[in-house]
């Protein structure tokens, strides 16, 4: 459905979006996940032909973003961060406004706006402002605005940002739904929206992909390693991770917080299950009369320990 290859973006000596690759099926619910600023936005407006790229190419169903951008806008249905709406208009003038954009024929537009209301739970607000609307209304309203000419494929850049707990459910709920009969691509950073909707996870960070499977491909990736989170006080102000790299087994380190007026450093300490390193980091800690345990425990990784492993490294894991 989607391909996209060796996509590039530079703004000026600044690489956005540095050489990626990936492809996309028909149907389903993929999720781009990264930290703010990690290339997400740059590359969905890409794809959806916003902005050309500095070097590489998008394909969607064969058509090439250079040579065929109408065909393939019309193929799209995007939703951008912040849902930038007509705020003075009334709910069901902006849904008729937009369908005449789109083109969409005279005798489909009352029955494509009738629809859009009644799947985007609009029914209560359609003759309201939509300046007067919640920003969970307005956030349906440009779903709502992004699905009117039925497109195929379904692109949404943090649908769910400043939303109550309320709508979010019912913004999520919404997506499962579409993503049964479309393709949908899902933007964020927040980490619980993945686990919720998305069956395939992209995790882009300063540019590059940094991992690109399922959900569970990704975490199993992880599970061939044990973890050990540690809070060390120290006598002396000075870094003790470095101290802990040449243990044998060590595999990684991770800094969780350190609080420099108490000298205190919290971290994780990732190791194989292949090997129990645990009474030899007890001795070593033991051994250093500058330092106190003040807590020593095993953890399990969760796809929010992975991500910022991947997010902190920047390196290539976990790519499938």
């Not at 705020?87 to 005279?106: C, G, Q, S």
């Not at 994780?268 to 090997?275: G, P």
Request: with cysteine; aromatic share 8%.
């Amino acid at each position: 459905m989607i391909k996209v290859q060796n996509l590039t973006k530079d703004y000026g000596h600044l690489r956005a979006v540095d050489n990626i690759s990936f492809t996309i099926p028909k149907n389903g619910i993929i999720g781009i996940l990264g930290p703010n600023g990690a290339g997400k936005t740059t590359t969905l407006k890409m794809m959806t032909c916003f902005m050309p790229p500095t070097e590489g190419t998008v394909f969607v169903d064969e058509k090439n973003i250079y040579q065929n951008s109408v065909e393939i806008r019309k193929m799209i249905g995007y939703l951008p961060e912040g849902c930038p709406i007509y705020t003075e208009m009334n709910v069901v003038d902006f849904l008729y406004f937009i369908a005449e954009l789109r083109d969409i024929p005279k005798s489909n537009v009352d029955r494509r706006v009738k629809e859009m209301i009644d799947s985007c739970g609009l029914e209560e607000v359609v003759g309201k402002e939509i300046g007067e609307l919640s920003k969970g209304y307005r956030q349906r309203v440009g779903l709502a605005a992004a699905l009117i000419h039925d497109p195929e494929i379904l692109i949404l850049d943090e649908p769910t940002s400043g939303l109550d707990p309320n709508q979010i459910a019912e913004i999520r709920s919404l997506i499962k739904r579409l993503g049964k009969e479309k393709t949908v691509l899902v933007s964020t950073h927040i980490l619980s929206e993945v686990e919720a909707i998305c069956e395939r996870v992209i995790i882009i960070d300063r540019g590059k992909i940094v991992a690109d499977a399922s959900l569970e491909e990704i975490q199993s990736s992880f599970h061939n390693q044990n973890r050990i989170y540690f809070e060390i006080q120290s006598k002396k102000d000075a870094d003790i991770l470095p101290e802990f790299e040449a243990i044998e087994g060590v595999e990684s380190l991770q800094l969780f917080s350190k609080h420099e007026d108490e000298m205190i450093t919290k971290f994780f300490i990732n190791y194989s299950k292949d090997m129990d390193i645990r009474p030899a980091l007890y001795n070593f800690i033991k051994k250093n009369k500058d330092w106190t345990i003040l807590e020593m425990r095993t953890e399990q990784h969760s796809l929010e320990d992975i991500f910022r492993q991947l997010t902190e490294k920047g390196e290539e894991v976990a790519h499938a």
